[in-house]
């Protein structure tokens, strides 16, 4: 297409501005889709006819606009065309030299980033490559920029190994040479906007990673003045119990809450003092229930780090967990965590993998999750292992109902067919799990594939269209017919959940990165529920939950064994309902990852331990 038949930038910004409010409000429309897509192809045109002296202007400009507005949409979520990837194979890659340095290097760079993601293009970008200053911090969003699902087999992997040169890269920039150190605004968008998020699904180790963010963070904070490091004296003197802290974002209901209640309620208060901080005020009864079990309560929102620290460090604690997860993307907690607030600092499953964080000395995993003996190197805190799964929830306090009736004629599923559901959250479900569930599909012809991957606890916003679209280029591949697909909207709290999952028969966990939350779910109503058991804490979780009720035969070790269970239930109403009578009766017996009470005794002769340590050595373990 030749520039002269483009239209101006400003005419096709104000196009894009209303096709991107069509589609973001009828994603479902071909005919929107199709148009954006045009809008993206006259952008991307209008950079590659761009001239190199004409770029920074353009940029920001009408055209930069347009181009924002499309990054913004949601699009590149979308699978590329024929069409689409033919033109970048031709007219764009070919062209991208290997340091950013040949002549069409930034035009072609502009176009690449409208429609891809870094990993899908190699896995070893330059970092202080020879790009613009103009360009430099939507370069490095662009590089640490992620997609919300994989769509191709060995993505994951693919993606963990552009994370590992990358961070490689970032880290040796910013701790390199000081005559080309980036600067603050920039190590100030480093700190800021990685997010290991899409590192939790495979059976990789993230221990490097998560390292490497977290001294970049550290040294970010200490560019700032930051005082992250303090010297606790022996606390014997200013208080008799031991006093511990916990650090969490609200005390509304979300799996961190539920997973710090069991503590909160069952610490032994002759021994310890409980002082619980949270960053928002959560407006809910919940917060009232938190307050009511503590011996302090603060809210340390809307202050400067510094402050925060300030206020933590006064009240001199011994231990402090940090129940907010903060190994994916970048918040308050995740930065206060850097600071030495407490004599021992820990986190536990609330971080579904290491933290990277040098201040943070102990992990809490469980046996039944961290079995191996070299589990340690996964971590750069030191491992401590409990009998168990590791974790425990309390829904006593949870106060809702289920307010909407879910059921097969709303669902429009017959009565006779099987129901395999998940309720795995999107991010979960890689191509390699997506064609496993066809394939279960396949070899039950009479069953229905029932998911609920819209969970608010992840994101607010996702691409639900886009990803229907794939799933059903898998039920093509496998000749499975479309109308075998129900992807149900996401509800507000377990009682909706738990309701929409008694019209199901089968419960199947994700993999590599399996369920706890969810799986909890549909083990309380009753449904037998298929694992596959891995090699990492994340990919084991599914797998501890069951070992811990003794449901053994309902663990797969393979693809295979794991399709095999699914027939096996599907096809076998009695099997089915052996199962779920199983179940049930293990579920009432208070298996151990809902036993607050001998969880948290564990936990207290752990602390007890580890502050006694602590008096001895006069500093934390690291």
């Known amino acids: 297409m030749h520039k002269d038949n483009l239209p101006d930038s400003k005419t096709l910004l104000n196009h894009i501005l209303e096709l991107v409010e069509q589609y973001r409000n009828q994603s479902a429309n071909h005919i929107e889709l199709t148009s954006l897509r045009s809008a993206r192809q006259q952008v991307a045109q209008l950079w590659l006819a761009t001239p190199q002296e004409m770029l920074e202007s353009s940029y920001t400009g009408s055209l930069g606009k347009a181009h924002q507005t499309l990054l913004q949409s949601g699009l590149r979520e979308e699978a590329l065309t024929g069409l689409e990837r033919q033109f970048l194979e031709r007219e764009v890659l070919p062209h991208m030299g290997y340091g950013l340095d040949r002549s069409l290097s930034i035009n072609c760079l502009l176009v690449v980033i409208l429609y891809l993601y870094p990993h899908q293009v190699r896995e070893d970008w330059e970092i202080n490559a020879d790009v613009p200053d103009w360009l430099i911090k939507d370069y490095l969003n662009f590089i640490l920029s992620f997609p919300f699902y994989f769509r191709a087999n060995g993505e994951s992997q693919q993606y963990f190994r552009f994370m590992q040169n990358t961070l490689n890269r970032l880290h040796g920039w910013v701790f390199g040479d000081p005559e080309v150190r980036p600067k603050q605004e920039i190590i100030f968008l480093l700190a ?45 003197s200013t208080h008799q119990k031991i006093r511990i802290g916990f650090l969490l974002k609200a005390c509304n209901p979300s799996p961190e809450i539920f997973l710090l209640l069991p503590i909160l309620e069952h610490l032994d208060r002759n021994q310890f003092e409980i002082i619980l901080y949270v960053f928002n005020i959560a407006e809910h009864q ?33 231990i402090l967990l940090v129940g907010a997860n903060i190994t994916s993307s970048t918040h308050l907690i995740t930065m206060l965590a850097n600071y030495r607030l407490a004599r021992i600092q820990i986190t536990n499953f609330a971080s579904p993998i290491t933290t990277g964080i040098r201040n943070i000395d102990y992990y809490f995993a469980g046996l039944l999750t961290e079995p191996m003996a070299d589990a340690h190197m996964h971590y750069r805190e030191k491992l401590i292992t409990l009998d168990g799964t590791g974790f425990c929830f309390s829904y006593s306090n949870e106060p809702y109902t289920a307010q909407y009736q879910i059921n097969r004629e709303k669902l429009q599923i017959p009565q006779d067919s099987v129901v395999f559901a998940s309720t795995a959250n ?30 608010p606890n992840w994101m607010t916003r996702y691409p639900g269209f886009a990803f229907a679209n794939d799933l059903q280029t898998i039920f093509r591949k496998y000749g499975v017919e479309s109308d075998r697909l129900r992807i149900v909207k996401s509800f507000p709290n377990r009682a909706e959940v738990k309701e929409a999952l008694k019209v199901s028969d ?28 891995g090699s990492t804490l994340r990919s084991r979780m599914g797998a501890a939950i069951l070992k811990s009720l003794s449901m053994y035969d309902l663990i797969a070790d393979s693809e295979e064994s794991y399709i095999e269970l699914a027939v096996a239930l599907a096809t076998n109403p009695a099997l089915r309902l052996q199962k779920k009578q199983e179940i049930l009766h293990q579920m009432q017996q208070t298996p151990s990852f809902l036993d607050g009470r001998a969880y948290t005794t564990q936990l207290q002769s752990i602390f007890v331990s580890l502050y006694k340590a602590w008096q001895t050595s006069s500093s934390p373990s690291v």
């Open 192 to 236: 800021h906007q990685i997010n290991a998020i899409q590192v939790y699904f495979n059976l990789e180790n993230p221990r490097d990673i998560q390292s490497k963010r977290g001294d970049i963070t550290e040294f970010y904070l200490r560019s700032q003045g930051a005082q992250i490091d303090y010297a606790f004296t022996d606390s014997t």
């Open 286 to 318: 919940l917060e009232s229930y938190c307050q009511s079990i503590v011996d302090k309560f603060v809210r340390v929102a809307n202050l400067s780090l510094d402050l925060q620290a300030e206020i933590i460090r006064k009240d001199d604690l011994d």
């Open 426 to 455: 999107l991010f979960k479900l890689v191509p390699e799990l997506r064609e496993t569930w066809v394939k279960v599909l396949k070899a039950v012809p009479n069953s229905i594939l029932m998911l609920m991957p819209f969970g």
């Open 506 to 533: 089968v419960y199947l966990d994700s993999y590599p990165y399996a369920g706890t939350t969810s799986l909890i779910d549909a083990l309380e109503v009753g449904i037998p529920t298929i694992v596959w058991d």
